[in-house]
């Protein structure tokens, strides 16, 4: 069955770096795009971006794109993304999902909550 | 960026009930890629609806989604005890791809 497994929740100071991960399976990785989607506590989803596990291409939502690196790596079907310069409003849980051009996003990695606190 | 707006921001209903949710935007979705969202408590969001009308794998055909520019629905024909959640509308036509605030039905 197809499945995205994420890593376990991070506490971080103000200022550091998070890196999540995000394993496929069940499908032919490179034939979809992974978003990252995050959800602030009692708030709505906000798109982050998005990367091609094909070739890599990424689409980052402006509101991120000096802060956010998103990868992959085919070898493992593992999406990766890091924020940098982490604040306390990136308190949040962050979802990876897969989706194609023409459809939203069909399965979803169960979260993983980062949690930035001095 | 596209602003998607919601509206009912909540819905208290009863099982058995029919209801429309609607989202507008603020200008119109590429290709109509309008896709909705359930998303229950502690849950990740369930893919319900793509491309404005079409339903997801293994979604109940209670479920249905309609619209296409600006004004997008989404019709539950009668409400089972299981549909009171959050529902999110997203557009993923143009970058980026962003969401509605979410409606939430609830009893």
């Known amino acids: 069955q197809i499945q995205l497994l994420q890593s376990g929740a991070e506490v971080k100071k103000p200022g550091d770096s998070v890196k999540v991960s995000c394993k496929a399976s069940?499908?032919?990785?490179?034939?979809?795009?992974i978003n990252w989607v995050r959800q602030a506590p009692g708030q709505g989803l906000q798109w982050m971006g998005w990367?091609?596990?094909?070739?890599?291409?990424?689409n980052y939502a402006q509101t991120f794109h000096d802060r956010v690196t998103m990868t992959t790596d085919t070898s493992t079907s593992t999406a990766y993304m890091e924020l940098r310069s982490l604040r306390s409003d990136d308190t949040a849980v962050y979802y990876c999902?897969?989706?194609?051009?023409?459809?939203?996003?069909?399965?979803w990695g169960q979260g993983t909550l980062v949690t930035v606190s001095s | 960026e596209i602003v998607l707006t919601q509206s009912p921001g909540t819905l208290s209903l009863s099982p058995g009930e029919r209801v429309t949710l609607s989202c507008r935007a603020s200008?119109?979705?590429?290709?109509?890629?309008l896709a909705w969202y359930q998303q229950k408590p502690g849950q990740a969001p369930r893919l319900l609806i793509y491309?404005?009308?079409s339903r997801a794998t293994g979604i109940p055909d209670r479920f249905s989604g309609s619209g296409s520019g600006t004004d997008f629905t989404l019709t539950i024909s009668r409400l089972g005890p299981e549909d009171f959640a959050v529902y999110y509308c997203?557009?993923?036509?143009?970058?980026?791809?962003?969401f509605g605030q979410g409606t939430k039905l609830e009893i």
């Open positions: 069940g499908y032919t990785f490179t034939s979809h795009l």
């Open positions: 997203q557009q993923y036509g143009s970058s980026p791809y962003t």
């Open positions: 491309g404005a009308s």
């Open positions: 990367i091609s596990a094909y070739n890599g291409n990424t």
């Open positions: 200008q119109s979705v590429t290709s109509n890629y």
């Open positions: 999902a897969r989706s194609v051009y023409y459809m939203g996003a069909d399965y």
